[in-house]
Nanobody, 123 residues
Framework: QVQLVESGGGLVQAGGSLRLSCAAS????????MGWFRQSPGKEREFVAAISWNSGSTYYADSVKGRFTISRDNAKNTLYLQMNSLKPADTAVYFC????????????????WGQGTQVTVSS
């Protein structure tokens, strides 16, 4: 019943920045822990970042620490991923996800998923 829609992906040169957004179609957005995942061709989906319902806790994959920032605006039912200093290795389809349990969101098994948005970083 929860619908998640990602936006903000695109083509960017290495070293550039993008901000992804994920809009949720529910009033109870604040009930959910949220996360970002990504998947490149030929690779399994991997965890990128997660955030608790009240933004009190955030978690990042080692590969993006210091470059990406996850945030949320519960009043707007929106999750964000600010991506700076982008590298070609960041090229992937990025998915937002939601689950009641932050522990679950920190894995690749959240209950709700968006369709993904393509991020391509050129050399």
């Amino acid at each position: 019943q929860v619908q998640l829609v990602e936006s903000g992906g695109g083509l960017v040169q290495a070293g550039g920045s993008l901000r992804l957004s994920c809009a949720a179609s529910v009033h109870t957005f604040s009930d959910y822990a949220m996360g970002w995942f990504r998947q490149s061709p030929g690779k399994e989906r991997e965890f990128v970042a997660a955030i608790s319902w009240n933004s009190g806790s955030t978690y990042y994959a080692d590969s993006v620490k210091g470059r990406f920032t996850i945030s949320r605006d519960n009043a707007k039912n929106t999750l964000y991923l600010q991506m700076n200093s982008l590298k070609p290795a960041d090229t992937a389809v990025y998915f937002c996800a939601a689950d009641y349990d932050l522990k679950v969101v920190r894995t690749t098994t959240p209950y709700y998923w968006g369709q993904g948005t393509q991020v391509t970083v050129s050399s």
